[in-house]
């Protein structure tokens, strides 16, 4: 037996791959099935966005920021327009205030949803990925209600929302949370004691936290990593300062934890999104903003929390009516980018699971 | 004689017999229009409705449609989503890889013609049809279930339509 | 610690090598020398009042005369946020590498390579990261980069 031995030898996984999510290429050196190191390769999405946006003004720049970030495209509006609100030192009416915390939170709801099908899909279950999309149609029926659109809104604009929320928006709104909120039972119940899930997640692609801070890791992913770091709390934006929500943390850091935590996220935004429906007030939904307004020259950079983390948009004004600079910041980008650092070692059928529940969504990494 | 007396659904009782006449032509792309295999190839935002078309409310299976993750399974590639210049080339050797007769839907206004991309971007390519030949297009930004659904009917009518002189190989 | 005390302690503090710019419209904007930056980036992290352990964001910036580099930076344990500037020349513009304080700014700099051709000293692996492998058509996210198929949307 002494003479058996083992080569090492690369492997390419991608641009096309069904579980990299969009089109990321990861180049794998392996040894056996163990991956011993990562080399992904970005910018198979790379449609150069901030190019496209110092050519626009403000107010079109907000449907190309849709794109950047489709799945939770109203947080992509709302930090574009919290800059530029930022720049121009606009007041926001209280009630545009309101709408857009129902929307951030409700758009972070259906993007939890897709995680959770998605990445149950990839790890090897079928049934969650039913589940999830299933639930997330009725978020989107009341997006789509309100700004006509499923996945790109160019809802949120600068100085407030597009359009008042429709009739009956508000009765629907508690249906469909309470029918999440009713089915997350279920959604845990096919998968949290599953001991096929178990086997696959607990444990696996342990992410220290000071790995994760040193590489800009943010949102859940942090979180799960123990380190209690959310913008909404740390970085206060908007009106969150207001409503009473839990950041949920988790210690392990493994890819079980990092699920775990999104479910729960579920649960706080169920809660913001009650809380801020009651307290809708009435009134303005815009503040009076020209389209082609010139704020003075300066520089800001504003930064949430969306579903993936921090995602920020550094914008520079030069007086004009169009940005001099745009630059968007993904955290999807930081997530990729970390995979080298604590995901070597590993199964490659454990790195899908890595990659799955790190939650990375491509055009947020090419931009 | 038995089992086709249980399924009325298939054959008609005809008038000395029960036997159906048909092309072999018509048998052939009837049955391959119902059992487009599609390949998983989602670049952006259209990927996402192309999920959500293939999951719960829109279920693309009633059209015998089921994903395959590997061109070599594939009949039909739904490319959603922009295609960029650093992806062009591997959109085409997919399409390579897929067997004869394979087929193409352009998704969303980026595969038409580089979609909201088109002014001002340096790494998009404006219009797959340049890299590969298309068969139907779908307008929309991103277009919506119900849309990819009729251009996939749309897509089945033409395979219904065809003759078998379309077999052969082209160049 | 608030913006204006945050303002206060590193124009203190750094012994000169932090100017505040008047630009900044919601966090402090300071510029540093290049040939401070490394120190004083490291300052930044390991100072026990400030820690910036988290770069949040690395932008170049073409503004038509010359280049700057913006670092963003926010301490996640003391919730602070501040941007420090460094401004370069157009012609040989040169900055080292705060990979050794971020691990994150690795691939921030590559990009910033090669869309503005801001040269990364000490980075180590200076590749394409987002433009297709055989680009060689320049530095597009420059102001004045053009190319045959680049088309500008007209004005109206």
Same mark, same amino acid.
């Given at each position: 037996m002494s003479d058996l031995r083992t080569e090492e030898y690369y492997l390419n996984m991608g641009p096309h791959h069904p579980s990299t999510h969009g089109v990321c290429r990861m180049v794998l050196k392996m040894d056996g099935e163990k991956v011993k190191e990562i080399e992904p390769h970005i $910018?198979?999405?790379?449609?150069s966005i901030e190019k496209i946006c110092e050519n626009r003004t403000y107010a079109q720049c907000i449907p190309i920021l849709d794109r950047f970030e489709y799945v939770t495209a109203m947080s992509c509006n709302y930090v574009f327009a919290l800059a530029a609100e930022r720049l121009a030192s606009i007041e926001v009416p209280e009630r545009a205030e309101h709408i857009r915390v129902i929307m951030l939170e409700l758009n972070r709801i259906a993007s939890h949803l897709l995680f959770y099908g998605v990445t149950a899909m990839d790890i090897g279950a079928l049934t969650p990925f039913l589940y999830g999309l299933r639930e997330r149609e009725s978020i989107l029926d009341l997006f789509e209600m309100t700004c006509g659109q499923r996945l790109t809104y160019n809802y949120i604009r600068v100085g407030g929302v597009s359009r008042d929320l429709p009739n009956g928006f508000i009765p629907k709104c508690h249906e469909a949370l309470n029918t999440i909120e009713k089915k997350l039972a279920d959604y845990e119940g096919l998968l949290n004691e599953n001991p096929i899930w178990l086997v696959r +997640?607990? $444990?696996?692609g342990v992410l220290p936290a000071k790995v994760a801070l040193d590489y800009g890791v943010s949102g859940p992913c942090l979180r799960a990593s123990g380190v209690q770091y959310d913008l909404r709390r740390n970085d206060p934006y908007s009106i969150y300062d207001r409503f009473e929500f839990d950041i949920p943390v988790r210690h392990n850091g493994d890819c079980y934890d990092r699920y775990l935590l999104r479910l729960d996220e579920i649960r706080q935004s169920i809660h913001i999104v009650r809380q801020a429906l009651d307290a809708l007030p009435e009134g303005d939904f815009k503040a009076k903003v020209s389209p082609n307004f010139k704020p003075p020259a300066g520089e800001v950079y504003a930064r949430i929390e969306n579903s993936r983390g921090e995602l920020g948009v550094h914008v520079i004004s030069?007086? +004009?009516?169009?940005?001099l600079r745009v630059k968007t910041r993904g955290a999807s980008y930081n997530h990729i980018a970390v995979l080298p650092a604590f995901a070597t070692d590993v199964l490659l059928a454990d790195l899908v699971a890595i990659f799955a529940t790190m939650d990375v969504i491509m055009p947020e990494v090419d931009r | 004689m038995g089992l086709i007396k249980k399924l009325p659904v298939y054959t008609e009782k005809m008038p000395g017999g029960g036997i159906v006449m048909t092309s072999l032509e018509a048998a052939l792309h009837n049955a391959q229009a119902k059992s487009l295999w599609y390949l998983l190839f989602g670049t952006a935002c259209c990927a996402i409705e192309l999920m959500c078309t293939g999951a719960s409310r829109y279920d693309f299976d009633r059209l015998g449609m089921i994903f395959r993750?590997? &061109?070599?399974?594939?009949?039909? @590639? @739904?490319?959603a989503g922009t295609i960029t210049k650093k992806m062009a080339p591997r959109l085409r050797l997919l399409y390579d890889q897929m067997a004869e007769p394979r087929y193409v839907i352009a998704m969303g206004g980026c595969t038409i013609?580089?979609? &909201?991309?088109?002014?001002?971007?340096?790494?998009?390519?404006?219009? @797959?049809d340049h890299i590969i030949p298309v068969d139907v297009y779908i307008p929309g930004c991103p277009p919506r279930p119900e849309s990819l659904l009729e251009g996939c009917i749309t897509l089945q009518e033409k395979i219904k339509k065809q003759s078998l002189l379309d077999w052969q190989e082209k160049d | 610690m608030d913006k204006d005390q945050l303002s206060a302690y590193l124009t203190d503090k750094s012994e000169g090598k932090l100017t505040l710019l008047e630009?900044?419209?919601h966090d402090p904007i300071f510029k540093v020398e290049a040939s401070q930056l490394i120190e004083v980036c490291t300052w930044l992290r390991d100072d026990e009042q400030l820690k910036f352990d988290f770069l949040c964001n690395l932008s170049g910036v073409d503004t038509g005369e010359q280049f700057e580099v913006v670092y963003q930076l926010a301490s996640t344990s003391k919730s602070l946020r501040v941007d420090i500037k460094v401004i370069l020349p157009y012609d040989g513009a040169e900055i080292e590498s705060v990979q050794k304080v971020w691990a994150a700014a690795n691939w921030h700099e590559r990009e910033m390579w090669e869309l503005y051709g801001i040269n990364v000293k000490n980075h180590g692996k200076l590749e394409f990261l987002l433009l297709p492998e055989d680009w060689d058509e320049g530095f597009p996210m420059r102001k004045d980069w053009d190319a045959p198929d680049f088309i500008r949307m007209p004005e109206f």
């Open positions: $910018g198979y999405l790379h449609r +997640t607990v $444990g696996i030069d007086g +004009t009516k169009k940005p | 993750a590997t &061109p070599r399974q594939a009949d039909l @590639i @739904i490319a013609k580089g979609g &909201p991309f088109y002014y001002d971007s340096y790494s998009v390519e404006k219009g @797959i | 630009v900044g419209r």
